[in-house]
């Protein structure tokens, strides 16, 4: 069977893949401008210049409608932090990875990094504070069949009794448990990511003593955990702070973890 030609020996394939390819190459440059609409400019790894864009690619920013009132936020160019970075560069290369030079725990490096998120409290659908102790929440009790933890000793990474979880925080919305809040034998209370413990009750056949381990980090470490700004209140700023600081222990709470295993 014959081609169907249009014109001459111009035929339908021919047109369909000159269409599909300037669909293509309109699809980059749509894809290119938008990436550069939300705040994220493009930056030299090694020098932090930030590139000054062009009118090709740069458009219009993006303009977010928050919910519960809070207005309209639209993604600023924040200052670059290379020139202030605790760590330096393994080698100076595109790529290298970044040594901490300080606590890296706290100056969020690695694993460890945290976002600055909004300081208010992450909500329910109905404007409700989504994380709080349990005796705030909406009706939320632990179940009589599991394990209360109130008043259970907690255990850190190097074995050492850190405290007594002395509240447990739950998320109104998935109706978990997030946190545990612990109360440090010096009297400080610091929250602790449910996903961090380990709950270890006593058996039939032992006499394993109940408490919560925790081996994200060490007993002194426990004193370093950033605080909250308000009694029974998180903000989406302090759970990454905590959140980055449980994560990042499993690489720097002990000068072995960092170590390579090989």
Do not use: C
Not at 86 to 115: K, L, N
């Amino acid at each position: 069977m014959n081609t169907a030609y249009i014109v001459g020996t111009f035929d339908v394939a021919e047109l369909a893949f000159l269409l599909f390819f300037v669909f293509f190459i309109a699809l980059v440059f749509y894809l290119n401008k938008e990436s550069r609409r939300e705040g994220y400019p493009l930056e030299d790894e090694i020098t932090g210049v930030v590139e000054n864009g062009s009118s090709l690619f740069d458009g219009a920013k993006k303009s977010f409608q928050l919910p519960h009132g809070r207005g309209t936020y639209v993604p600023e160019n924040v200052a670059r932090d290379n020139a202030n970075l605790p760590a330096v560069q393994a080698f100076r290369a595109s790529g290298a990875p970044w040594m901490p030079t300080g606590d890296a725990m706290i100056d969020g490096m690695g694993p460890a990094a945290f976002a600055n998120r909004s300081k208010y409290p992450d909500l329910t659908y109905d404007g409700r504070p989504r994380i709080v102790p349990i005796a705030d929440s909406h009706e939320m009790i632990v179940s009589p069949q599991d394990p209360q933890l109130i008043g259970w000793t907690v255990i850190a990474a190097d074995k050492k009794a850190v405290g007594k979880v002395s509240d447990i925080w739950v998320d109104q919305a998935e109706h978990i448990i997030r946190y545990l809040e612990i109360e440090t034998t010096t009297g400080k209370k610091v929250l602790a990511p449910m996903a961090v413990a380990v709950v270890q009750t006593k058996g039939f056949f032992d006499d394993k003593p109940e408490l919560v381990e925790i081996d994200a980090i060490t007993a002194d470490q426990f004193e370093r955990v950033p605080a909250l700004e308000t009694a029974g209140i998180i903000t989406r700023y302090e759970e990454d702070r905590v959140m980055a600081y449980f994560g990042g222990g499993y690489l720097y709470a002990t000068p072995e973890r960092a170590e390579p295993w090989m």
